[in-house]
């Protein structure tokens, strides 16, 4: 098979011809279709320490063509999306487990096309795990620290779809993002002093931060647009949560792969808003798998507010 693989510390991955995989006994073997593109396949070829080689990339989207002897949820011809951490997604072929909280993997609705469902997992199950974390009301109010990312516009359409009123900061060139999802307030960090106007349009406070930037002092700071009581979650483990428990708040780290959504049903459940109409996924760039490395690069650059898929 041909995979984007990493064969060295600071590479940045070329296309190579690797034997095929095999499944292990509960494993099931995928040829991939689509990958998507997450900002993690950056960071584990530039900042974690993840044994070489490996194949870049974990979201997909395929079709069974093998299983191992003892998988009993998928057969040979069903369409399938998950996360495939340990085998990587930017390749011809994937093994994912049939059944691993770190690795999910749920059949793809009919309704529901390959580049959307690659596009899902990661960016998608990190919204829904953090929206269900702040346990919001209908009526309430969450602010999206990075709203116009990935994540950030799954979450605001899981948030909205439950009848949570979103706010949502971003650039200002991204701007109408916040309009096409319909949330009540935007405000551009490189332009407005987000607390102020987040303070301005909501004088007693909003009910709950959903962080989804890098900055763990930025994280304290914007907790000041918090009411009393209010929640502050962060899915980059940003938040000091003792410092916020002193000052009468409730600071959440969300992880993704500790979060009961990271699972077959969390997949379903997000496929399901996609067949319904109720979720939008938010493609912006489609590419083919030879220019993975520079699709990458461009994931990287942060210049793009949404998600890249590579056809393969």
Do not use: C
Not at 11 to 19: E, F, H, I, R, S
Not at 135 to 146: P, R, T
């Amino acid at each position: 098979m041909r995979a984007v693989v990493v064969e060295h510390r600071h590479g940045l991955g070329a296309l190579k011809d690797l034997p095929d995989p095999a499944p292990g006994p509960h494993d099931v073997l995928v040829r991939i279709s689509v990958a998507g593109v997450n900002p993690i396949d950056w960071k584990n070829r530039d900042v974690y320490e993840r044994p070489i080689p490996f194949v870049l990339g974990q979201d997909f989207a395929g079709v069974v063509v093998g299983t191992g002897d003892r998988v009993r949820h998928y057969a040979e011809g069903d369409r399938v999306f998950g996360i495939a951490r340990e085998h990587g997604a930017y390749a011809e072929l994937t093994v994912v487990p049939e059944d691993d909280r770190t690795q999910p993997v749920a059949k793809i609705p009919i309704d529901v096309g390959d580049a959307d469902a690659a596009a899902l997992p990661t960016a998608g199950l990190t919204a829904l795990a953090g929206v269900e974390r702040l346990g919001l009301e209908a009526g309430q109010v969450l602010l999206i620290v990075g709203v116009s990312g990935a994540v950030g516009q799954f979450a605001a359409q899981i948030a909205r779809d439950r009848g949570i009123r979103v706010a949502g900061t971003g650039r200002a060139g991204n701007a109408e993002i916040g309009d096409a999802l319909g949330i009540e307030t935007y405000v551009a960090y490189d332009r407005d002093d987000v607390v102020q106007s987040i303070r301005t349009k909501y004088p007693n406070g909003v009910d709950a931060v959903l962080d989804l930037a890098e900055d763990a002092e930025a994280v304290k700071r914007t907790a000041d647009v918090l009411r009393p009581g209010g929640s502050i979650a962060s899915t980059i483990r940003a938040v000091d949560a003792e410092h916020f428990k002193e000052r009468g708040l409730t600071g959440l780290n969300v992880n993704l792969f500790e979060s009961p959504q990271s699972s077959r049903e969390g997949l379903r459940s997000l496929a399901e808003m996609v067949k319904q109409g109720r979720l939008r996924v938010p493609i912006v760039a489609e590419r083919n798998l030879v220019d993975a490395v520079a699709a990458l690069e461009l994931q990287k650059s942060r210049k793009i507010a949404g998600k890249i898929v590579l056809s393969i």
